[in-house]
Structures are given as C-alpha cells and as structure tokens.
C-alpha cells in the first residue's frame, strides 16, 4: 500500500521561509516523479511544482514562480517543498504526489490526472 505522509507545515510570518517534506512508502520511491499541489479554501487544487524520478528536472507554474523550489532525495524516500517569503496569500493545505507517468515535454506533472496517489496534505497558514 503506497503511502505519503507530509509534514513542515504550521502558522508562519508573511516573509518567513518553510520547508515541506513528504515521505513516501509502499513502492520504489526512485521509479517515480513527484509532485505538490495547494488547495486554498474556497479553491481549486492548484500546481506547485515537481521533480521527475532522478531529481534531474523540475517543473513549476508560470505562476507562483521563484518562491517554491522542489527536490528529493531518493535515499529518504522524501521530497521537498522549500518556500521562501511566504505571503498570506500562500495559505493552503499543501498535498504530495507520486505520479507513475514517463513525462518529457515542458508541460510535464501539471495536472492532477497525471498523479495516482496523494498525501494527507500539511496545513500552511501564513499570517501579515
């Protein structure tokens, strides 16, 4: 049974930095690429970023941009969300992914369908 635990998650100060992580079991966490996702009340699931099996490539919206930066390491079955300058506008629940899914296009790991299983989610409040 594939499990994801994220955790790093708590109320901050708008301009404060956090770092999420997620720790993966029941399959080879190395095979597969991940992803982050946010959903803030009243809305969508939104993209934030994911890194492909290897860590060798990264993908991010157009939009935030700069903020969020994304790695792994396969040795810890763990990825990471590293946001810098948080803003109130960042509060969410932050949710990771594994995705089974061999991408190469620019586009890649941006939309929820591509993803089979997910998180918990990790609550980020981010207060002015």
């Known amino acids: 049974q594939v499990q994801l635990v994220e955790s790093g998650g708590g109320l901050v100060q708008a301009g404060d930095s956090l770092r999420l992580s997620c720790t993966a079991s029941g399959r080879t966490f190395s095979n597969y690429a991940m992803g982050w996702f946010r959903q803030a009340p009243g809305k969508e699931r939104e993209f934030v970023a994911a890194v492909t099996w290897s860590g060798g490539r990264t993908f991010y919206p157009n939009s935030p941009k700069g903020r969020f930066t994304i790695s792994r390491d396969n040795a810890k079955n763990t990825v990471y969300l590293q946001i810098d300058s948080l803003k109130p506008e960042d509060t969410a629940v932050y949710f990771c992914?594994?995705?089974?899914?061999?991408?190469?296009?620019?586009?890649?790991?941006?939309?929820?369908?591509?993803?089979?299983?997910w998180g918990q989610g990790t609550q980020v409040t981010v207060s002015s």
């Open positions: 992914s594994t995705s089974g899914t061999r991408c190469s296009g620019d586009g890649c790991y941006q939309e929820q369908y591509e993803y089979d299983y």
